[in-house]
């Protein structure tokens, strides 16, 4: 907990505000914190810069095509040619790796954001407005809330169908209502305060009190909660996908890959983990990172 | 409730060259023909006496009824399979996490506690495919300790059985107690920083006293709550890892139906599920009320 080291005791709405300050600190000062950060969190860091990377260059960095049936054996073993083999119908499966990383990251990155957008959104405007209408959301996000996430969302598949937008917004609204909750709750700390008191007798509108009087104070607790919110939509998707109810072929992902070479499994041959391992490289990345993220802006969870 | 259905079921389920006759006597054994009140109450109705319904795989076969398989036989071998396995899981699991999580909070900052706390965040992290098909790798094919796949039949024994589902139970024990050790860890920190237990140290009681008489006792409604939060977990972790197995639990019978769009079968399911959540849950309070009296009067 920062009240150890510092020499006055901060209350919780004082200290987020503390931590809204030094997160928007200088480039210097943001260099200077990422030199002392720990060695988990710059290699965190450092993994998900190389995942952008990759998925962003995918089309120039993998040898093959996403779809190219290249070679007529299938499930070919590792060579020169085929770095990791080929797949089901002979297709690269180094290829198919690198485009995954595009797809199942850049899926879950918009369903992540689509849940931040519409949670967050609720989640101010009903802690701003209160009354009926937050009773109203809140009763209703407790009743989605009480449902398995994952047997909801299977029941949501089974009657829209699995195409890649429905599964998006299945997946980015029931994340939303997790991000509610958290939202809600930081941004009631804030409402009370004097210079949200101060706007609405200045007759600030609304949307102006949301965006730029609470918004910007509840910026890092909401940070942290995406990345750990990023994973989590990260293993759903791909729990999904490996079930062969997400991401459809012939859209390259790290979930059904896994899925589609698992016999391979039988026979000792670890191709089939290699998806699985890039999936759990990249959410213990995540994870590394916003647990440095927490430590730094105040112990909002210590665990 | 999830029969308010956008889109053609029966194409769905018939497939693109079913005759229009086909189809319409498909709607009116489904009963898709008549309102979504009167099905709505026709299913709850059913529900309530145990019926869950007809699967539409069934209802493709023929127009009689007499090879109808119900929705409930189809799920109650499969449910026997699914319990067994959470039992074998929770019995193993819940006294190591506790365990775990009680000394990780009492030794905290140690090299036990890092080490723990390292290991379980990287369990967390991992999907539960990429933990079981390594399981898999190693200690089916590679030592062939266990079995791979988790073959059930009504022949199999109890030791049989108990046998054959040796990895799919180590694989969700690491996943289950990995979330509860952490969560017990959180919650007994959280308790030791109270000030009753600050009391109890500075009058000089031993440590063993502190925990056993002070902090346990108000330790048991955080951890009745962490034991069920983490067992509704298992009710959703067990779908991939019986997939993964290949074990004929619930979890495999509601994916198999939702890639078959046999929606009798998986509101059939989902109810089961959400039933176990809920109920898990609801246990979860109870406990925590009936083990600390303050909380029978809120304030």
Known sequence: MSDQTEPFSAGPAEEIMLAARRSRGKFATAMYELGKAPLTAKFGLLMI??????????????PYGEAEVVSPKVYAAWSDEFVFGTDQIGRDFFSRMIYGARNSVSIAF???????????????????????????????????????GLIFTLVLLTIFGTDL????????????????????????????????????????R????????????????????????????????????????????P????????????????????????????????????????????????????? | MFELLPGNFARAVLGQSATPEIVENFNRRAGLDRPFFERFGVWLWGVVQGDFGISYSSLTASSTGDQDRTVASMILPRLENTLFLAAA????????????????????????????????????????????????????????????????????????????????????VLVIVAHMMRMTRAAIINLLASPFIEMARLK???????????????AWAPIATVVGLNLAYLVVGVVVVEVVFAYPGIGRLMVDAVVSRDVPVVQGCAIIFAAVYVLLNLSADIIGIVTNPRLLHPR
């Not at chain 1, 954001?113 to 519409?118: D, G, Q």
């Not at chain 1, 994340?175 to 007759?203: C, H, K, P, W």
């Not at chain 2, 440590?207 to 108000?218: E, F, G, Q």
């Open chain 1, 49 to 62: 810069v190389l995942y952008i990377l990759l998925a962003v260059f995918a089309p120039w960095i993998a």
């Open chain 1, 165 to 204: 937008i429905t599964l998006i917004l299945v997946i980015g609204i029931f994340d939303a209502t997790r991000v509610y909750r958290l939202s809600r709750a930081v941004a009631l700390n804030i409402v009370v305060m004097d210079f949200v008191e101060a706007a609405r007798l200045q007759g600030e």
């Open chain 2, 89 to 172: 899981v929770a019995i193993v699991a819940v006294p190591l996490s506790l365990g775990l999580g009680l000394l990780a909070a009492l030794y905290r900052g140690s090299i036990f506690d890092r080490v723990v706390n390292a290991a379980t965040l990287t369990s967390i992290s991992f999907p539960e495919f990429f933990i079981g098909y390594i399981l898999m790798l190693f200690f089916a094919v590679q030592l062939p300790w266990f079995y791979a796949t988790s073959m059930i039949e009504s022949t199999t024994t109890f030791w049989d059985h108990l046998e054959r589902i040796g990895l799919p139970l180590i694989c969700l």
């Open chain 1, 110 to 148: 918009i369903t992540t954001v689509l849940a931040f957008v519409l949670g967050a959104a609720v989640g101010v405007l009903s802690a701003c407005v209160g009354g009926w209408i937050d009773q109203g959301l809140g009763r209703f996000v407790d009743t989605l809330m009480a449902i398995p």
């Open chain 2, 204 to 218: 000089g009681m031993p440590p063993s006293r502190v925990i056993w008489h002070h902090a346990l006792p108000n």
């Open chain 1, 251 to 303: 859209l390259a992902d790290w979930g059904s890959m896994v899925r589609e070479s698992s016999t391979l499994i039988g026979y000792g041959d670890i191709t089939p983990l290699l998806p699985a391992a890039a999936i759990a490289l990249l959410t213990v990345s995540v994870n590394f990172v916003v647990d440095w993220f927490l430590h730094k802006t105040s112990g909002l969870r210590d665990v």
């Open chain 1, 206 to 249: 609304l949307p102006w009190i949301m965006g730029r009087e609470v918004l910007p104070n509840i910026l890092p607790p909401l940070a942290a909660e995406f990345g750990l919110r990023f994973c989590f939509v990260f293993l759903t998707i791909a729990a999904l996908s490996f079930l062969g109810l997400g991401i459809q072929p």
